[in-house]
């Protein structure tokens, strides 16, 4: 069974720009959620999305925002992007809410100049 | 409010030797626990959990302890091996109203010398 896919996996912007992510979970998984990893602040959560709807946000501002489709497939925009979000964005997936593990892609590191 | 401390950023081990990597949380209504190994410019990887109705949970060379009343767990390897040399990081789940929302420590990072 083929893991989470995200791309891109690289992607350089310049301040005030704004950026779109994607995340294909792992097939049947039906809950994806996105963190940020940064130096400073380590793995924070950002949202969780099921069955298209957000279930949860991390306490990130309005800028972050996402969606997930019909077919789980989520997406993650990030707009007015700052310095500060120079991070590897990474999105799991697990098989329903509540289910305890969660399966990482390999993100997508994103530099904003 | 940091509720998922590793107090030990890194760990240099011998190869044969046992891992012992620690985890301290402070919020008593999480359910579960996880272990994940990450190497550089990639996502972490699921190694082993822990419900918090159990207090040892084993997979192969890696076992998993959970303390509830010190709110305290820790991950042994054993033995350890060159391949394990990547940054650990425990993870924090299931409290009913964060719905899938992991809470991570810091993480720790492993050197295994062969």
């Known amino acids: 069974k083929a893991g989470v896919t995200q791309t891109p996996r690289y992607l350089i912007k310049t301040r005030g720009q704004q950026v779109t992510l994607s995340c294909s979970p792992i097939?049947?998984?039906?809950?994806v959620s996105w963190y940020q990893q940064t130096p400073g602040q380590g793995l924070q959560f950002l949202f969780e999305?099921?069955?298209?709807?957000?279930?949860n946000k991390g306490n990130f501002p309005g800028r972050f925002s996402g969606r997930q489709f019909s077919n789980s497939r989520s997406e993650m925009n990030v707009s007015t992007l700052e310095l500060g979000d120079s991070a590897l964005y990474l999105c799991?997936?697990?098989?329903?809410?509540?289910?305890?593990?969660?399966?990482f892609g390999p993100g997508t590191r994103l530099l904003v100049l | 409010d940091q509720q998922v401390k590793q107090n030990s950023p890194s760990l240099s081990v011998q190869e044969g030797r046992i891992s012992i990597l620690n985890c301290d949380y402070t919020?008593?209504?999480?359910?579960?626990f996880l272990w994940y190994k990450k190497y550089p410019a990639e996502g972490p990887t699921f190694l082993i959990s822990?419900?918090?109705?159990?207090d040892k949970n084993e997979d192969g060379r890696f076992t998993v302890f959970l303390n509830k009343s010190a709110k305290h767990l820790s991950l042994h390897i054993v033995p350890s091996q060159p391949g394990d040399s990547a940054v650990y990081f425990c993870?924090?789940?299931?409290?009913?109203?964060?719905?899938?929302?992991?809470?991570f420590g810091g993480g720790t990072r492993v050197l295994v010398k062969p």
């Open positions: 799991a997936s697990s098989l329903d809410r509540g289910e305890e593990t969660q399966y």
């Open positions: 097939s049947g998984h039906r809950s």
């Open positions: 999305y099921f069955s298209e709807t957000q279930r």
């Open positions: 919020n008593s209504m999480f359910d579960y």
């Open positions: 822990i419900s918090s109705i159990k």
């Open positions: 993870a924090a789940g299931g409290v009913k109203a964060a719905g899938n929302k992991l809470t």
